[in-house]
């Protein structure tokens, strides 16, 4: 099933990047390049030597140091936001006003409002948007949804996610800073957790949590919390612990005729125990993991598909995350990163 195309008569998708970071050298940028009916065409970086620099590595005609000018360019149709996520909405905005679709980098904003705010503008001007959990194109999760979808789990039972890793010591870093980031590393690493319960199990219901800072070096928290029902009124919980000595990063769908259980992060083969015994899938990432889900950007604006990853979908994941860290914060609906002192679950001292 495909979309109406929205470059009609097209055949190739110009982009053009604001915020050339480390993400868009491997993990993103070369996707733009790589995928059937996509052109990378022109970046941008404040540091107009750094723009500079990635153009020429990467073969890229045009760089800017501003990103209006990047985003008035007419020889860029669509634009890529991969900046940290204080800029995403002001970016977005700016995007949608110049009448063009916009990819966005996960998590999609700091908080839902600013979430709701590109998604009214980009429904408002009848703009695609879309957002980056590239795991839903993924292949080792597009096992695991076969898997639900066939019924070789039977029926869900139970859903379970636990994350741990030592990062209680990374406070110079800006996925700390919560003026910058919204949150701490549970906004950066968990959204793309909350986001594949979302694509794999359905939206989230009765969605509660709770989130503590106990021995981080930093304001924002460091464990948290969360429970909630999916599909059929199956509870699911989440744990992420980023304090952590010891390592974890498993997910466990569990259902009356087997289980699967498998990393979101790491590249462990997927594991399927059933009645007949375990069986492992190896399901390598390609080099580039966020070219599967950038083809499914450019193959639904030239109408030749449907991508899973949109501006609904990236705000869902954004409302769920603030519903769990509400408590920590004393609300998530103002501009809370600048209230720290008023944060219920700082710790002090």
């Known amino acids: 099933m495909s979309n109406p195309a929205f470059f009609s008569g097209r055949s190739v998708v110009r ?16 996707g733009f390049q790589k995928a059937t009916g996509s052109k990378l065409v022109a970046v941008m970086r404040r540091d107009a030597a750094k723009a ?10 045009r760089w800017y140091a501003n990103a209006d000018e990047l985003i008035a360019d007419p020889e860029v149709d669509a634009v890529y936001i991969a900046t940290p996520p204080d800029s995403h909405a002001d970016y977005a905005l700016k995007v949608a006003a110049a009448g063009k679709p916009a990819y966005v980098e996960k998590p999609m904003a700091r908080h839902a409002p600013e979430c709701e705010r590109m998604v009214a503008a980009f429904a408002a001007a009848k703009l695609p948007l879309f957002v980056a959990y590239y795991r839903r194109r993924l292949a080792r999760f597009l096992l695991v949804e076969e898997f639900l979808k066939s019924g070789r789990l039977g029926t869900l039972t139970g859903v ?5 890793a030592p990062y209680h010591l990374s406070g110079d870093s800006w996925r700390v800073n919560v003026a910058t980031a919204g949150a701490g590393h549970f906004l950066d690493m968990g959204s793309h957790v909350i986001d594949l319960f979302d694509y794999l199990l359905g939206p989230l219901e009765n969605v509660t949590g ?12 460091d464990v948290v919390e969360a429970n909630f029902k999916v599909m059929g009124g199956t509870f699911g919980s989440g744990v992420w612990n980023f304090t952590s000595a010891a390592r974890d990063d498993t997910m466990r769908l569990t259902g009356t005729l087997g289980e699967v259980a498998f990393s979101v992060f790491g590249h462990d083969p997927v594991r399927l125990t059933t009645a007949q015994g375990v069986e492992t899938f190896d399901r390598p990432n390609p080099p580039h993991v966020a070219q599967p889900l950038i083809q499914s950007v450019v193959d639904d604006l030239l109408g030749r598909g449907v991508c899973p990853s949109t501006g609904v979908s990236g705000a869902r994941a ?4 603030d519903t769990v860290l509400s408590g920590y914060y004393g609300g998530r609906l103002d501009e809370f990163w600048r209230r720290g002192e008023t944060w219920p679950g700082r710790r002090l001292g």
Request: charged share 15%; proline share 2%.
């Open 318 to 321: 954004s409302q769920v995350m």
């Open 210 to 221: 709770r989130a503590a800072n106990l021995a981080s070096n930093y304001a924002v928290e």
């Open 160 to 164: 379970s996610y636990r994350f741990a």
């Open 52 to 61: 500079a620099d990635y153009a020429q590595r990467h073969g890229v005609a």
């Open 15 to 30: 982009w053009g990047i604001v915020g050339c970071g480390d993400v868009t050298e491997v993990k993103s940028g070369p």
